[in-house]
């Protein structure tokens, strides 16, 4: 089988299609993966990383704040249907996965021209405008939320999947993830503000270093983001913190399948992608949604895991250092906690969502 990608931007775009592709090719040695993205996003690194070929589209999404500025983003919508069409033609995929990003808009469509069979998957309870304009273009709309369904308009093209995540997450084990971080016994805290970071998070954790010594009762892996890596070392009015043995900080994490199962607390934003790994592994979470999404959905998201008794939910409002530093120990000192709520998050976990979509692309193109 031939399965074209198309997806990009964010991890939480990139990411879905990573693990069906992978899964894919451990099914059959014999599949061929391409994946089709922009040179802005994220999967210039990631699916090069994982091993897959990319070509690359010229497309970019509407600004609804510049409306003159959006003549040349329609020019490169013409433009870039055309040179799908091209990578379509040449690689002569039997099915297409479209997981959202500006990118899949005109992979879809062209597919389409080309009597293609292809899919959208949705990661969050609400479409985003890319999926909400594909649906007329594809065979099947793959959502995550049974509530997704209600949002779109052809509601009989809808399978409700999950969100795949990567085997390698879901392969990892706690003790073989530890030993390979050369971990100490401490129980281990992973902050991350999403693939790009998050600013509000990185000036409450710049905090909480200077508040960490010797006797801290946890070891912390923080990311800050790639392009806020820099600057978030400079601020820091004393860099003798990260002489602590206890404090990593890292601008992205690549291995991200061995630092989330060798956790035992997860702060982080409450993306689609991440909530569904935090509840596959059942780790205990403090959530810190972003609020600067379409419709809240990140909200949603935390309130749907705090609900059922697995998450911590802090908005950006309620935001600061000192809180959730109290609120870090508290979960690190309450071991019954951590496993209480590890319980609560193995209800919301799905981990077959990965084979479900594979088997949807498989029939597909064998039609």
Not at 92 to 112: I, R
């Amino acid at each position: 089988m031939r399965i074209l990608c198309a997806g990009g931007g964010t991890g939480g775009h990139i990411n879905p299609a990573l693990a069906v592709a992978s899964y894919a090719v451990g099914k059959d040695e014999n599949t061929k993966v391409l994946f089709v993205g922009t040179k802005a996003g994220l999967e210039t690194r990631l699916v090069p990383k994982a091993g897959f070929d990319i070509e690359y589209i010229d497309v970019e999404g509407f600004k609804r704040n510049k409306i003159f500025s959006n003549v040349k983003v329609v020019y490169k919508l013409f433009k870039s249907q055309i040179q799908a069409k091209k990578i379509l033609k040449k690689f002569k995929p039997d099915v297409v996965l479209a997981t959202g990003g500006y990118v899949s808009g005109p992979v879809v469509t062209a597919a389409k021209k080309l009597k293609i069979p292809s899919v959208i998957h949705e990661q969050n309870v609400y479409p985003g405008l890319t999926v909400k304009a594909a649906v007329k273009y594809v065979d099947k709309v793959l959502v995550s939320f049974d509530e997704t369904v209600n949002h779109i308009k052809e509601p009989s093209k809808c399978m409700v999947m999950g969100n795949p995540i990567r085997p390698e997450i879901l392969n990892a084990t706690y003790a073989e993830s530890r030993k390979k971080l050369n971990l100490s016994d401490k129980p281990l805290v992973f902050i991350v503000g999403g693939s790009r970071g998050a600013m509000k998070i990185n000036e409450a954790v710049k905090d909480i270093l200077s508040m960490m010594d010797e006797s801290t009762p946890f070891q912390l892996i923080f990311a800050t983001g790639e392009s806020n890596y820099k600057s978030f070392i400079e601020s820091l009015a004393d860099k003798t913190v990260l002489e602590n043995k206890n404090i990593n900080v890292l601008p992205y994490i690549h291995n991200m399948n061995e630092v989330m199962n060798a956790a035992d607390v997860v702060v982080s934003r409450a993306g689609a992608i991440t909530v569904s790994e935090i509840a596959a592994l059942g780790r205990p979470c403090i959530l810190i949604p972003s609020p600067n999404v379409v419709r809240n959905h990140q909200e949603q998201n935390a309130r749907l895991l705090e609900n059922g008794g697995g998450a911590i939910v802090i908005t950006e409002n309620e935001l600061n250092s000192k809180d959730l530093f109290d609120r870090i120990n508290t979960l690190v000192n309450d071991a019954k906690k951590r496993e209480d709520m590890s319980a609560s998050l193995k209800k919301y976990a799905k981990t077959d969502a990965t084979e479900k979509i594979y088997n949807v692309l498989k029939a597909l193109a064998k039609q």
